[in-house]
């Protein structure tokens, strides 16, 4: 997201020189830590070359509990909401399950007739779409058939390998699309876990006190209560964004009349979620299909999609995350680097939230003296 490079946390210049001393501490210990983790990352990708398969097991097993573990630190605060209306919590889990139970089910009644026609609809056209896309791409060579041969055959390669890896990519993603569908059905265990989650939400958090040393328990519960405000408010902020930017992109496609809309708008929605290459990402796709159509529909999306970032990124997130996650771009883009070579785009969702608890173990580290 555009709007994280604001997010710093820019030092005031009325603070006492022991407060900024504090804070270039902490982001010492960050620097450090981050490098302890790469060489380690290093070491384990030289010993274990296989290890993306082993990931990709332990992904497997995780995913329905890191799900499940997401969605009740999500709802939680509606639990204790009708709780304090002397719902029985049994009653306040089930009424909630309801009312996901009715909103997916509206949402799958409207949508998802239309969701299967497109996708079906763009495994057919796929071939054709490439043949449009590598007819743009001989016209724009074309184009440049003029310019001296060394720097024509530089452009020749380039085309070839933008031509290659196009082809690629897309091919990827679609085929990425089929197994994620085959891949959901077996979360259908995740219902269960939320419920037994919310149910013993209070219960796991007094056991997982009980085990932490008497002197300890203050720092630990300072260091939950910031993860708690700064992972919670990032996750719900971020959602909130990924909805806004889905819905927006999805009306710029229908304007412009770009095919495929709900599809492209779905996983431009759900990129978003990743700071800065997020919106490049989500965009991709779009972009190969408007080229295959006229010069005028790539123009206007791209113009479509600078707006909807633009709001985003200038009000949005303003209003919504404010300043509460300090973290720097810097650090931001190396684990986005480090997330995305370990476990591809979910490496890359889960990367700012894991630097923002680490950050608050960091602060209120319980072990410190």
Excluded at 6 to 16: A, E, L
Excluded at 201 to 219: E, I
Excluded at 265 to 291: D, K
Aim: proline letters at 5%; one cysteine or more; a positive charge.
């Amino acid at each position: 997201m555009i709007y994280l490079a604001k997010m710093s946390d820019v030092s005031n210049n009325h603070q006492p020189d022991n407060n900024q001393q504090l804070r270039y501490q902490k982001w010492y210990r960050i620097g450090f830590l981050t490098i302890i983790v790469l060489v380690v990352i290093y070491l384990i990708m030289l010993i274990f070359p296989n290890y993306r398969e082993v990931l990709s097991s332990l992904g497997r097993i995780i995913l329905p509990f890191l799900l499940a573990g997401l969605c009740a630190y999500l709802l939680m605060p509606v639990v204790n909401l009708l709780i304090s209306w002397s719902i029985p919590k049994w009653l306040a889990i089930l009424v909630i399950f309801l009312l996901i139970a009715l909103l997916i089910s509206g949402l799958a009644y409207y949508s998802y007739p239309k969701f299967i026609e497109q996708a079906e609809r763009l495994t057919e056209q796929f071939p054709e779409l490439l043949s449009g896309y590598r007819n743009w791409l001989s016209q724009i060579e074309h184009m440049v058939g003029t310019f001296p041969e060394p720097i024509h055959s530089e452009i020749d390669k380039l085309f070839n390998r933008i031509d290659q890896y196009s082809a690629n990519w897309l091919e990827a993603r679609i085929t990425g699309m089929t197994k994620l569908t085959e891949y959901l059905i077996s979360l259908a265990v995740v219902p269960v876990l939320l419920y037994y989650l919310l149910l013993d939400f209070n219960k796991l958090k007094q056991r997982t006190m009980q085990a932490v040393p008497r002197s300890q328990q203050k720092k630990v519960k300072q260091m939950i209560r910031s993860i708690d405000h700064d992972l919670g408010h990032y996750i719900r902020g971020q959602l909130l964004i990924c909805l806004f930017v889905g819905l927006t992109t999805y009306i710029v496609y229908l304007i412009i009349r770009l095919d495929y809309s709900i599809l492209l708008a779905l996983f431009m929605g759900v990129m978003n979620i990743i700071p800065y290459f997020g919106p490049l990402i989500g965009a991709f796709p779009a972009l190969l299909i408007a080229l295959t159509i006229s010069t005028e529909t790539v123009v206007f999306l791209i113009i479509g999609m600078v707006a909807v970032q633009f709001l985003e990124g200038n009000i949005l997130a303003p209003l919504i995350l404010g300043h509460s996650v300090h973290v720097h771009p810097i650090l931001v883009i190396l684990v986005l680097l480090i997330g995305g070579e370990l476990a591809g785009i979910l490496g890359m969702v889960l990367a700012v939230p894991i630097v923002v608890v680490l950050r608050s173990v960091l602060l209120y580290n319980p072990f410190k003296k």
